[in-house]
């Protein structure tokens, strides 16, 4: 499929030029740093006892402060939902960047890794040329306590190397639970050992504050060569011209070496490691302390209702809780886990005539079953709705959010396509309800809503919300505006939906998987010379499937801006 630079730039034009300024900063940051180490006099017998393992460390080390810095922004999920909603963000392009921040995140993490492998060997030669070239002449800039001692011992003797360790071990743990199939295997060890950044930032602070390299402080009444007055001065010059029994103060030879006048003096770097991460590293707790307080405000469950398929809905109630169709919300609850946390769409907001908002879950792993079993236990009815005075037995919630996502920006095209798999539906549903209560409040003149599923009884669990909001507009002279195409993939037997209450939607279901590049065809001609808003949750298939035709140039006249959800 032939790419469209145009739509290509739309779309992943910001996104490449944040990246480049990205690696340009390292690749500067790098250079900058090796070539102050290599050629700076300050380091000039440092250098000559450690070589190049000096330089590629401290250059590894300045980009390791940058990622460990920047690494944490994409993470104040409160500050970039704020700076979405802002009224002074008027840029949709600048909005729809902000949704890479997971993915800007996920780059940090992989710098960190790969230079602290780089940062690891420099140091691992380092730690060998200071057993090696024991400086007799300079004992302060030795870190091994005489010449041929194991380098292993002089590792583990000093801060910087016990800390050195405990973070790759600490470094090591995060990474390797950060694998796609641990986070959906188990996501459980995910969460847990991601949390273990409180203990490496710790050891980060302790870890530059040993000391163990350290720089020439006199360099103008010490050049570096130069040469000394003492009777111990190794200097190939001073010891001929002793040999011979001249006088450097006669006069009888100009010696074009600098004479030293005092002896060379070293000390630590003040830690930069600080200056780096302290900002963020408090922006970041203080976020976190905002968002605690924030979500201990006591929640109500309202009603629980069990759906086809394993899904579980949950209505709550929580006092001055505000949020926008699109957003969601993260969900604690004690009693299955006291630390673990999940985010969850919000298939219904808060409006003016009603003050709860609620979730769809599906029961899949283990905390999601154990939490369904504290609010469905196997004798309770399906569906039981509560009085809100009435004392309850349920599971204490705590509720943290809501926070913005990119599901937020389908009111601000004309055009929009919204695209669900299974349970990835969920985004969509509150935007649906929020047409329902008044479409024409927002931009948008005509939404695309496409929904695949296995199986039947899925369709069932928003099956009452897309036949409402088609009989409004059906009433209100625009049957233009919601186009609705419903996909089961499960091609087994004969299956639809009965007419009657579903009659809408018996009549615009397919089966088989959509044929992408057919139905974006058919969007493009509609839709000429416009901007059309796609979104999209579900499978990696689907979601791939479909940045590719966004991108592509069957469609010259029309433009497809991808908007992908994901939780951060």
């Known amino acids: 499929m032939a790419l469209s630079w145009r739509n290509w730039l739309t779309n992943e034009g910001c996104k490449h030029l944040i990246l480049a300024l990205w690696v340009g900063l390292n690749v500067w940051l790098f250079w900058r740093t090796f070539v102050l180490y290599n050629s700076g006099q300050q380091y000039h017998y440092l250098h000559r006892m450690l070589g190049l393992g000096l330089c590629i460390s401290r250059a590894s080390a300045a980009v390791l402060n940058l990622n460990c810095t920047l690494i944490l922004l994409p993470m104040c999920r409160t500050l970039l939902t704020f700076i ?62 005489y010449k041929g001692q194991d380098p292993r011992a002089v590792i583990l003797a000093t801060i910087p190397g016990v800390t050195g360790v405990l973070l790759v071990l600490v470094l090591f743990l995060m990474v390797t639970a950060s694998s796609h199939c641990i986070r959906v295997s188990s996501y459980e060890v995910f969460w847990y050992t991601h949390n273990l950044f409180i203990i490496f930032y710790i050891l980060l602070m302790v870890h530059v504050a040993g000391g163990a390299l350290k720089y020439q402080t006199n360099v103008g009444t010490h050049p570096p060569g130069c040469l000394s007055t003492n009777t111990t001065s190794v200097s190939p010059v001073r010891q001929a011209l002793q040999e011979t029994g001249m006088d450097l103060g ?14 060379a003096k070293f000390q630590p770097h003040f830690p930069e490691t600080w200056l780096w991460v302290s900002a963020p590293l408090c922006l970041y707790c203080v976020e976190r302390f905002y968002r605690y307080i924030r979500s201990s405000a006591p929640v109500t469950i309202v009603s629980v209702t069990r759906h086809p398929c394993d899904v579980i809905e949950v209505c709550m109630l929580k006092s001055h809780f505000k949020a926008r169709p699109g957003q969601y919300i993260v969900l604690n609850c004690p009693s299955v886990s006291a630390f673990e946390n999940h985010p969850f769409t919000l298939t219904a907001c808060p409006t003016g005539k009603k003050d709860t908002f609620g979730i769809h879950l599906r029961v899949l792993g283990d ?71 008044d479409w024409k409040l927002y931009k948008l003149r005509r939404l695309y809503f496409v929904w695949v599923c296995r199986e039947l009884e899925s369709f069932y669990w928003f099956a009452d919300l897309l036949c409402s909001l088609h009989h409004k507009l059906w009433q209100e002279n625009r049957p233009d505006y919601l186009n609705i195409r419903l996909y089961l993939s499960n091609t087994q037997g004969l299956q639809n939906i009965p007419e009657g209450r579903y009659q809408p939607l018996s009549s615009r279901l397919l089966i088989g998987r959509p044929r992408w590049r057919p139905l974006f065809e058919e969007i493009g001609r509609s839709n000429q010379h416009k901007k059309v808003g796609v979104f999209c949750c579900g499978p990696k298939g689907i979601s791939k499937t479909l940045h590719t035709l966004c991108n592509s140039s069957v469609f010259s006249q029309t433009t497809f801006e991808y908007n992908k959800e994901s939780f951060s």
């Open 84 to 145: 979405r909603q802002s009224h002074r963000v008027n840029s949709r392009k600048l909005r729809r960047l902000l949704d890479k921040s997971k993915a800007f995140h996920v780059v940090c993490g992989v710098a960190i890794c790969v230079f602290s492998v780089i940062h690891v060997c420099a140091h691992l030669c380092n730690a060998v040329n200071f057993s090696l070239r024991f400086s007799d002449e300079f004992p302060e800039l030795n870190i091994a306590s």
């Open 250 to 263: 006669a006069g009888g030879l100009e010696v074009t070496e600098p004479v030293c006048q005092e002896d």
């Open 367 to 437: 905390w999601t079953k154990r939490f369904s079993e504290l609010l469905l236990p196997e004798s309770s009815p399906g569906s039981e709705t509560l009085p809100v005075i009435q004392q309850r037995i349920y599971p204490k919630l705590y509720v943290d959010g809501p926070f913005g996502s990119p599901s937020e920006e389908v009111f601000n095209y004309e055009v929009s396509v919204c695209v669900g798999g299974g349970i990835g539906v969920t985004p969509f549903a509150c935007i649906l309800q929020a047409l329902q209560h």
